[in-house]
């Protein structure tokens, strides 16, 4: 990539070429006239701070293939590397100067540590010239709460995989891991107290193969766990990379794999099996004293192993149908006053809290925790958006935001077609980077429970430790600088994500490349044009060719150098150039141009922000929404019905209306009740002309291609009746449903 070399030395004219690979960015860099030669022999002086030492000479010995020794004062002839220790420093700060020495310092070894991520960083750019620019860096955090998740419960990963993840969190000055151990699909945590936990809610019969909606599934027996000894390990090797375990024990819901090995904990006392099938179940624990008792003897050997003042007790997606048929759950909220089973979950939570409390330890759980009263002490993991941070947070409890939109690792991050199958949505580089974690809602005051995020890895289509990387790296660079607290504008932190690739080269790291991918969006027309379809490429427009007719771009094709105006069907083909040859993968998009194409909408009701596309103009911008991308094309009602109305701009005759919407009823996402048009000569009166139910829309999968007769009118109106409340036995069931529609096309 000569080209993008050359741009990004142009650009690195007014800042030091170190700084420029630096992720997270310092707080601080001063560059100071001279430079430090060195070679492949380091010394490290080191009078406290040995297992930070340690590290540092294991690491450069490894993957730079450095000589180092470590020493109590310096040998002449050699770079030497001190570690100082300074009580008087703040917590989490360190400094590092480059001068005719290299000196690190900072209050204890955490500091000290951090510093050493940066200079690992520097060596690894500046080893190919010998030398390092002198400079000084004074650098903290601003988040106390900086972290990732992983999910080992869907797909398990050997231990040796989790230390290299606890390597992933370290690298990037993250502190906290957050493990996911137990789930409907698996119990991964040994229990010594009761064995059948691994015995039998380790191992499923079979997992789904490929995409949910498929309903495919091997008949491979299928698990695995961690012993007691594992954990110690794997806690002891976190804890010398100063980052803290927290450990997720999911309750009341997510609980099969228990229930299978004790069905005395559920509600039925039926025998089940450990799932097979990702999604939500009915079979929940049931809050009764012998399920509590066994709770707490499991919790009483998770804090053994665990020294996290914090455990996570999940609380999410936990379905009520079974509680509604329990006699002993009806006596309990009869007996406790409560108002109805989300006043169940908050007593069962409330207990657990209790507990955990008298032992010193405090409890988080996802934003569902909130749901019927929230525990006195509980913090807040807020997943489903912003909304249950912000309430936690003027209830003056901590908060942890990890909103899917911004923080899910296992949606896509390019282009589905180019990707490997993952949950849904699309979160790209770029979209975690322009996450801020404090919602402008907060007072000054309410601010302050916010303690920070994390990246979720959710693994239900990651099978193994290499998809893990490639779904978590390049996307957990970018928040971890949003977490230490000093972004840059994203073209610039892109230009030093690039350079920071050879170290992940080095590391062995199977990284995402997405963000070289050309992507393209239509944008709000501008009255002339149907469509106009925007084109950007890693070097902004530079460098892109295409074509409309579907064939495959050369550099004989058209260069790309502003939106393109499209006022016919057309399909475009489009690829990144450089000296002739194609570096990136095709982009491909389809434009579908109809008498509706470019019009103006008007919706009675707004879509969530957070599925809300480019607006109202999503339903006529001529591309039509592929299901596996409804986080980026589709408009996304919570709860609402879709009510829109298209002005033609003029009295015209019309036949057929076509329109799309998503089922995807895991991820609560369902078909309408009803599909109703109307027609308007003024825009005022309306005449109702098709309806089409839930079963013919059903039957369509959603793609209506519905023949309205011969039409005449300037207004047509479309109103898809939302299923408001999940029914039960689904995902989600009492909760508002999502209604996805995209495409209004009228022909």
Request: aromatic share 12%; charged share 25%; with cysteine.
């Amino acid at each position: 990539m000569k080209k993008l070399m050359m741009i990004f030395l142009l650009v690195g004219l007014q800042m030091s070429y170190a700084q420029k690979n630096l992720i997270p960015q310092p707080k601080s860099l001063e560059l100071q006239t001279g430079d430090l030669i060195f070679g492949k022999n380091w010394v490290i002086i080191s009078p406290k701070n040995t297992n930070e030492a340690n590290y540092l000479k294991d690491f450069l010995e490894k993957n730079f293939k450095m000589n180092v020794e470590i020493s109590k004062k310096e040998i002449k002839g050699k770079p030497t590397i001190q570690l100082l220790q300074n009580t008087q420093l703040k917590e989490n700060y360190y400094s590092l100067k480059v001068a005719k020495d290299i000196v690190i310092e900072a209050k204890d070894g955490k500091g000290i540590f951090y510093g050493i991520q940066s200079l690992i960083q520097l060596l690894q750019e500046n080893e190919s010239t010998g030398k390092l620019s002198y400079l000084t860096i004074k650098d903290e955090p601003t988040f106390q709460w900086r972290g990732m998740h992983l999910d080992c419960c869907r797909h398990f990963f050997p231990k040796e995989f989790v230390k290299k993840y606890i390597d992933f969190i370290a690298m990037y000055k993250m502190n906290t891991f957050h493990w996911h151990l137990t789930d409907d699909q698996g119990w991964r945590i040994e229990i010594k107290k009761y064995p059948k936990l691994t015995e039998i809610g380790a191992w499923r019969n079979g997992s789904m193969i490929g995409a949910y909606s498929d309903q495919k599934f091997d008949n491979e027996r299928y698990g695995g766990y961690y012993t007691q000894e594992d954990i110690k390990e794997i806690v002891k090797y976190a804890a010398d990379r100063h980052v803290n375990i927290v450990p997720e024990i999911e309750m009341p819901g997510h609980a099969v794999a228990a229930i299978s090995s004790y069905p005395n904990l559920g509600c039925t006392g039926k025998p089940l099996e450990v799932e097979n099938k990702w999604g939500v179940f009915e079979d929940v624990f049931c809050p009764k004293e012998e399920t509590f008792q066994f709770l707490e003897n499991v919790l009483t050997e998770v804090m053994a192993l665990f020294p996290s003042k914090t455990i996570h007790i999940g609380g999410d997606e936990c379905p009520k149908e079974n509680w509604k048929k329990c006699e002993h759950c009806q006596a309990l909220i009869k007996k406790y006053n409560l108002k109805d089973e989300h006043g169940l979950q908050s007593y069962f939570v409330q207990r657990i809290e209790k507990f955990l409390n008298s032992k010193g330890r405090k409890i988080i759980g996802w934003d569902e925790i909130l749901e019927g009263g929230l525990a006195p002490n509980a913090a807040v993991m807020s997943w489903r958006g912003f909304e249950g941070g912000i309430e936690a947070a003027k209830q003056k409890h901590f908060v942890v935001m990890t909103p899917g939109d911004y923080c899910y690792f296992d949606h896509y991050q390019g282009d589905p077609k180019n990707e490997p199958l993952a949950f849904g949505g699309r979160t790209t580089v770029e979209k975690v980077y322009s996450f801020n974690p404090i919602p402008k809602e907060l007072t000054n005051e309410e601010q302050k429970y916010i303690l920070g995020a994390q990246g979720n890895v959710w693994t239900e289509y990651i099978l193994n430790p290499k998809h893990v990387e490639y779904m978590v790296f390049p996307r957990i660079a970018a928040l971890s600088e949003v977490l230490w607290g000093k972004k840059s504008d994203y073209n610039e932190f892109q230009k030093r994500l690039f350079r920071h690739f050879s170290l992940l080269d080095i590391l062995d790291i199977n990284y995402s490349k997405s963000i070289f991918e050309v992507v393209g969006k239509s944008i709000n027309p501008d009255n002339k044009n149907a469509v106009l379809y925007q084109l950007k490429g890693f070097d902004g427009s530079n460098g892109i060719f295409y074509t409309l007719d579907g064939t495959t771009p050369t550099t004989n094709s058209i260069a790309y150098t502003q939106p393109i105006a499209i006022n016919k069907s057309a399909k475009i083909q489009a690829a990144y150039f450089e000296n002739g040859i194609m570096k990136s993968k095709i982009f491909s998009q389809d434009v579908f141009v109809s008498k509706s194409t470019g019009k103006k909408v008007t919706l009675d009701n707004q879509p969530s922000e957070k599925y809300a596309a480019i607006g109202n103009q999503t339903l006529t911008d001529g591309i039509i929404g592929d299901p596996a991308k409804f986080g980026s094309d589709w408009l996304g009602f919570s709860g609402k019905d879709v009510v829109a109305t298209i002005d033609l701009g003029k009295e015209m005759p019309y036949s057929v209306v076509k329109t799309n919407f998503v089922k995807s009823n895991e991820n609560w996402i369902h078909l309408p009740q009803t599909v109703q048009l109307f027609v308007s000569v003024d825009g005022k009166i309306f005449n109702k002309i098709k309806e089409i139910s839930n079963a013919d829309i059903v039957k369509a999968n959603g793609k209506l291609n519905i023949n309205i007769g011969n039409q005449n009118a300037r207004f047509i109106k479309m109103i898809a009746t939302n299923t408001t409340k999940i029914p039960n036995g689904f995902a989600g069931a009492g909760y508002p449903a999502w209604l996805f529609v995209d495409e209004i096309s009228i022909e």
